[in-house]
């Protein structure tokens, strides 16, 4: 089974430009996460998709990101414009679906995407 | 809200010595607590997880976490430090929501082994 897989691993832009992250979770997985860690902070959540729904979105640092997952399946993270302070490692994990009221708690991260704005 | 807090940003050990790396939490309702570990240049890989069951946790790697609720820790340890252990380690309570749940980190603790 495929784990979790980001794109692009690294990705350096110029302040004002636009930059697309992919996730591809799982198969099968359902919930789908994304989590940003800043240099010298912790991890932080960003928002969580349930299929192609947003289940919370309470993490984003405010409209300059928008993520999508069409189809239910691979997500995308864009951040226009980009700004300096949104350097860091943008990290993707899924979980399986949920069943009634249980919900299945163990998170698969992939590898991270380290932007850098220049 | 939840919360955890490791202490120490930084650990170093001796290769055979005793790893001991601190999480205390912070939660209102029976936490769930993780222990996920970074190796350079890789993502996130869960060593350990307590679900309410036994208070005594055994992970990958020969790691283990006793959750303690009267001093709100759980700490990871393993009683032999490898060089394969070095990495980033952080500790993590998942805070349930209706159809999911968002992990709360803590800041990480890097651990280094000398030869």
């Known amino acids: 089974e495929a784990g979790v897989t980001q794109f692009p691993s690294h990705s350096v832009i110029e302040k004002g430009q636009t930059v697309t992250l992919r996730c591809d979770p799982i198969s099968g997985h359902d919930n789908l996460y994304w989590y940003r860690r800043v240099m010298g902070k912790e991890i932080k959540f960003l928002l969580h998709?349930?299929?192609?729904?947003?289940?919370?979105e309470s993490g984003m640092p405010n409209n300059r990101f928008l993520a999508e997952r069409t189809g239910g399946t691979y997500s995308t993270l864009k951040v226009q414009p980009a700004e300096l302070e949104d350097s860091g490692v943008y990290f993707c994990a899924s979980s399986r679906r949920t069943s009634g009221s249980r919900v299945d708690y163990e998170q698969y991260f992939g590898p991270g995407t380290r932007l850098t704005v220049t | 809200a939840q919360s955890v807090t490791q202490l120490g940003s930084h650990v170093s050990v001796s290769e055979g010595a005793l790893v001991l790396l601190r999480c205390n939490y912070s939660s209102s309702v029976p936490p769930y607590l993780f222990w996920y570990v970074q190796y350079p240049n890789q993502g996130l890989q869960l060593l350990l997880k307590y679900t309410s069951a036994a208070t005594l946790v055994k992970g990958i790697n020969g790691f283990e976490a006793e959750f303690k609720k009267s001093e709100t820790s759980f700490h990871l340890t393993k009683p032999s430090a490898h060089m394969s252990d070095a990495a980033e380690y952080f500790c993590?309570?998942?805070?349930?929501?209706?159809?999911?749940?968002?992990?709360?980190f803590g800041q990480g603790t890097e651990l280094s082994v000398k030869p």
């Open positions: 993590a309570v998942i805070q349930f929501y209706n159809q999911g749940g968002k992990l709360i």
């Open positions: 998709f349930v299929k192609e729904s947003k289940q919370d």
